[in-house]
């Protein structure tokens, strides 16, 4: 009687954990979609929805290069971006996930012909992942 109660509770906290641990991938695929849609249709305010207060903006093509700027400044900067290089195309590259972050390289590629390596940072707290670094390095 003992070893069923054992491997009972054994399963019961296994699918309690993995289903933790499939809603947080759920929510992780969701946020990268989300930001996917947002940069693939050049939406600035959409994008800066998922920023942190203060992040790391790289954008070679323009000089632009804030190690702490604030969320609303980026958001303006990115507009910009956006009107210099209107989005034909974003695709993520390589996705992955480690202590608190998730990090992620894509390829932006505007109307006008211009290309885009693209790498962005997030960091995990308890309920979202927002973006800390976000580089946008021309090819």
Not at 7 to 35: H, Y
Not at 73 to 97: C, H, M, R, S, V
Not at 119 to 128: F, G, N, P, S
Request: aromatic share 12%.
């Amino acid at each position: 009687m003992r070893t069923l109660q054992i491997i009972f509770l054994t399963l019961v906290v296994g699918c309690i954990f993995s289903g933790f641990i499939a809603e947080k991938a759920a929510r992780e695929l969701e946020i990268a979609e989300k930001i996917k849609g947002s940069i693939k249709s050049g939406n600035a305010h959409n994008l800066a929805v998922h920023f942190e207060k203060n992040l790391d903006l790289v954008i070679d093509a323009e000089h632009v290069e804030f190690r702490r700027v604030r969320d609303g400044q980026a958001e303006l900067i990115l507009k910009n971006f956006f009107k210099k290089y209107p989005p034909k195309d974003f695709k993520y590259g390589f996705q992955g996930t480690a202590s608190k972050v998730r990090y992620c390289t894509a390829t932006y590629q505007a109307l006008n012909g211009n290309s885009f390596q693209v790498y962005i940072l997030m960091r995990v707290t308890e309920k979202e992942y927002l973006i800390n670094t976000l580089h946008f390095k021309k090819e």
